[in-house]
């Protein structure tokens, strides 16, 4: 599958994880929140040091949300990607989308162990309605894909 192939699949899927919801609204984590919310996603963020940001529901772990989850969005420190993806797999998620930033070589390794699909990229670059700097770098992702 080709890599646009591979976003498509993923965003014809309704119920998303987001790891790592942050408290301040410019960080990364809340824009892709904010925009998968615009756009009609359900969206259950885990965050094991708050319950509520801004009025946002948020979960301590995958295992609080009841609904069967479709995918993740994984925008979370390095150091802790690998226990989030074994976490997902527990809990039947296979289909995963990582921050560029957010995986290394063990990470890489046990989704490719356990047949995990994943995307390695900005989620905001695959996006038309956000603005800059995700507009330029859309911009040129797309120029450079060629």
Same mark, same amino acid.
């Given at each position: 599958m !080709?890599?646009?192939?591979? @976003? $498509? %699949?993923f965003w014809m899927k309704?119920?998303?994880?987001?790891?790592? *919801? !942050?408290?301040?609204p410019q960080k990364i984590g809340r824009q892709v929140y904010?925009? *998968?919310?615009? %756009? /009609?996603?359900?969206?259950?963020?885990? $965050?094991p040091n708050a319950e509520n940001i801004d009025s946002i529901v948020c979960y301590k772990s995958l295992d609080e949300i009841q609904q $069967?989850?479709? /995918?993740? @969005?994984? +925008?979370?420190?390095? %150091?802790i990607s690998l226990e989030v993806v074994k976490k997902c797999h527990?809990? $039947? +998620?296979?289909?995963?989308?990582?921050?560029?930033?957010?995986?290394d070589e063990k990470v %890489?390794?046990?989704?490719?162990?356990? /047949?995990?699909?994943?995307?390695?990229s900005c989620v905001?670059?695959?996006h038309r309605e956000v603005g800059l700097p995700? !507009?330029?770098?859309?911009?040129?992702?797309?120029?450079f894909q060629r």
């Amino acid at each position: 599958m !080709s890599k646009q192939e591979d @976003v $498509n %699949k993923f965003w014809m899927k309704r119920h998303l994880a987001l790891f790592d *919801l !942050s408290r301040d609204p410019q960080k990364i984590g809340r824009q892709v929140y904010d925009v *998968l919310v615009r %756009k /009609g996603y359900n969206i259950y963020p885990i $965050n094991p040091n708050a319950e509520n940001i801004d009025s946002i529901v948020c979960y301590k772990s995958l295992d609080e949300i009841q609904q $069967n989850l479709d /995918g993740a @969005v994984i +925008i979370t420190n390095l %150091k802790i990607s690998l226990e989030v993806v074994k976490k997902c797999h527990q809990n $039947n +998620i296979n289909d995963l989308w990582f921050r560029l930033d957010t995986m290394d070589e063990k990470v %890489k390794a046990f989704l490719k162990e356990k /047949g995990m699909d994943y995307i390695y990229s900005c989620v905001l670059l695959h996006h038309r309605e956000v603005g800059l700097p995700h !507009s330029w770098h859309r911009f040129f992702y797309r120029l450079f894909q060629r």
